[in-house]
């Protein structure tokens, strides 16, 4: 039953991180609206399609779709996916950075704050259960 407690606690960690990572990317949003450099239908001063808007709300349900699967998914195949997913999601977000206000970039780098802790916590328990599996071998 310990083994379940901490599974449990460890998928509720990353749906919890995975929360306030997009928490960050809505905040970042609203103060973008209100700042005023936002114009509706654009991006860059270039009107944006269907296609594109479709592109960025798959991009941008991933993190909801990675709170529910860190609640559904078992070890070890949630621990890869978190790690997976989140170097996506910093690279993507630090290809980006540059042209952003002082605020987005603020952000955008407790995002990865989040990011690292997801990697770091998923890859921690990997780890502990590799030498876990190979010290049972000796």
């Known amino acids: ?6 599974m449990e606690d460890l998928n509720i960690r ?12 809505l905040l970042g949003d609203v103060m973008r ?11 860059d001063g270039n009107p944006v399609g269907e296609m594109m808007w479709l592109g ?18 078992k070890h070890p195949v949630i621990s890869w996916l978190n790690i ?7 690279v993507f977000n630090l290809a980006g950075i540059a042209g952003y206000e002082a605020f987005d970039i603020f952000l955008l780098s407790v995002s990865f704050v989040f ?7 998923a890859g921690n328990k990997l780890v502990r259960d590799f030498k876990l599996k190979k010290s049972m071998k000796s």
């Open 33 to 43: 609206i209100f700042y005023g450099n936002l114009t509706p239908g654009e991006i």
């Open 84 to 90: 997976s997913v989140a170097i996506i999601f910093l």
């Open 14 to 25: 990353f749906s919890v991180l995975w929360i306030a990572t997009m928490l960050c990317y």
């Open 115 to 121: 990011n690292a802790l997801i990697i770091y916590i």
């Open 56 to 73: 960025i709300a798959a991009i941008m349900v991933i993190p909801i779709i990675m709170v529910v699967l860190s609640v559904m998914l």
């Open 1 to 6: 039953m310990k083994s379940d407690n901490i």
